[in-house]
């Protein structure tokens, strides 16, 4: 796989995705580069960013990151994964359509 590059503005298309991958637990989510400092939150999603169109932030200090994994804007991380990985996703193919495909969330 070649590793190319999503760069912000996010497309909301790409920002579900990156939403998705982020909560999914099957890889590693980007993290906030201060989450050992205060106030960063206790929980699991310690540090953990969220995306929208303008790139990645952290929830709880300024950082901000402008890029992510191209596989992780468009859908294709998911399509890595066994089918086993993918409880309570729901990844439909749109490619019938054209473009990427799009990541939705069936429940949580």
Request: some cysteine; proline content about 8%.
């Amino acid at each position: 796989m070649t590793d190319d590059h999503a760069i912000a503005p996010f497309s909301p298309s790409q920002v579900e995705s990156i939403n998705l991958y982020q909560r999914s637990g099957a890889f590693h989510p980007f993290t906030c580069a201060n989450r050992g400092d205060s106030p960063h939150r206790t929980t699991t999603d310690k540090g953990v960013l969220v995306a929208d169109e303008t790139g990645l932030f952290c929830p709880d200090c300024d950082y901000e990151q402008t890029w992510v994994h191209g596989w992780m804007a468009d859908g294709r991380w998911a399509k890595m994964l066994p089918d086993a990985a993918l409880r309570g996703l729901e990844i439909p193919d749109h490619s019938a359509v054209g473009g990427p495909p799009k990541i939705t969330e069936e429940s949580q």
